[in-house]
């Protein structure tokens, strides 16, 4: 398997700006995770599915954050409108049994709002 | 609510060395303990993981963990560090099955290990 693979791996836009960022879990993985990495917060869960349901958006930080995911093979997360403090690293992870089971990670994309 | 310290937020050891990173978890059972590993602009690889049994876990790369309870600690450790390990470790604890948290995992704020040659 080619493993989670995001897209794109690097977004540079303007504050006020709506961003997509795109994710392709592993096939038969049943839970995705919407992670994001920052020097100050660390790595912080922001969402996570099961079955294509949210089940915890608990780490969402505004309504402007908002994540789908329409089928068991693609997610997104949208951020509308961006801002500055929105720059990190969002990664996505998949796993096929939550709790004990291994989240196999994306490499990320990196964003930065200017 | 669980969390998890890191203590050493960055580590330099020459090859050939041998190393231990420090995990600490605050949880009010046991709970699930992982480590991983992120090499500069790449996703985490899971290193290690604990459950139950054993207390002392091996884990890919000749990296292995111990399970203190009395301590709340996981720490990681290797004999012999090469040059490849170079890269920024976390821990993570995820809890039990049956609460509102099972699923998610709390990952330590990470320690970066820098090798000498």
């Known amino acids: 398997d080619a493993g989670v693979i995001q897209s794109p791996r690097h977004e540079v836009t303007e504050m006020g700006q709506e961003v997509t960022l795109r994710c392709k879990p592993i096939?038969?993985?049943?839970?995705l995770f919407w992670y994001r990495q920052t020097m100050m917060r660390g790595l912080e869960l922001l969402i996570y599915?099961?079955?294509?349901?949210?089940?915890?958006d608990s780490g969402m930080p505004e309504d402007r954050f908002s994540a789908k995911m329409p089928n068991a093979s693609f997610s997104t997360l949208k951020i509308q409108p961006s801002e500055p403090r929105d720059s990190a690293v969002y990664f996505c992870?998949?796993?096929?049994?939550?709790?004990?089971?291994?989240?196999?990670f994306g490499p990320g994309t990196r964003l930065t709002v200017l | 609510a669980q969390s998890v310290t890191q203590p050493d937020i960055h580590i330099t050891v020459s090859e050939g060395a041998s190393l231990e990173l420090r995990c600490n978890y605050s949880?009010?059972?046991?709970?699930?303990l992982f480590w991983y590993v992120q090499s500069p602009g790449q996703g985490l690889q899971l290193l290690l993981k604990?459950?139950?049994?054993?207390?002392l876990v091996q884990g890919i790369k000749g990296f292995e963990a111990e399970f203190k309870r009395s301590q709340s600690s996981f720490n990681l450790r290797k004999p012999s560090v090469h040059w490849s390990d170079a890269a920024e470790y976390f821990c993570?604890?995820?809890?039990?099955?049956?609460?509102?948290?099972?699923?998610?995992?709390?990952f330590g704020q990470g320690t970066i290990l820098t090798v000498h040659p």
């Open positions: 992870a998949s796993s096929h049994r939550q709790g004990t089971d291994t989240q196999y």
């Open positions: 096939s038969g993985h049943d839970y």
């Open positions: 599915f099961n079955n294509n349901v949210p089940i915890d």
């Open positions: 949880y009010g059972a046991t709970p699930y």
């Open positions: 604990y459950f139950s049994g054993d207390t």
């Open positions: 993570a604890v995820g809890a039990l099955p049956g609460g509102t948290s099972y699923g998610k995992l709390t």
